[in-house]
């Protein structure tokens, strides 16, 4: 079994930073692209960052420039380091890893997702 859990959500005045974590545990043999994506009330999840296990990144226009993706291979942990938020920009953010288990399956997991907040 796979777990993504994600950290370092949180209330944030517009401007601020929040820096989110997502640790991946479980029967992993290998993680091959990495993500962040969010979802806003009433609107559908979007993708906003993903990197590769090689280290290429991608970002949703909204947020280059202004939010950086990155990970640990070693730790299985991918982080966004997010800057100059914005109020529009609450949601609840998710990370998932493409990855292949210990039996070999390849599948998609996602963690539980975590609120983040921008608001005077």
């Known amino acids: 079994q796979v777990q993504l859990v994600e950290s370092g959500g949180g209330l944030v005045q517009p401007g601020g930073s929040l820096r989110l974590s997502c640790a991946a545990s479980?029967?992993?043999?290998?993680?091959?692209?990495m993500g962040w994506y969010r979802q806003a009330p009433g609107k559908q999840r979007e993708l906003v960052a993903g990197?590769?296990?090689?280290?290429?990144?991608n970002y949703a226009d909204s947020v280059k420039g202004r939010f950086t993706i990155s990970r640990d291979n070693a730790k299985n942990t991918v982080y966004l380091q997010m800057n100059s938020l914005k109020p529009e920009e609450t949601a609840v953010y998710y990370c998932?890893?493409?990855?292949?288990?210990?039996?070999?399956?390849?599948?998609?997991?996602w963690g539980q997702g975590i609120q983040g907040t921008v608001s005077s």
């Open positions: 990197i590769t296990n090689g280290g290429n990144t």
């Open positions: 998932n890893a493409d990855l292949a288990d210990v039996s070999g399956a390849r599948r998609v997991s």
């Open positions: 479980g029967s992993i043999f290998s993680i091959y692209d």
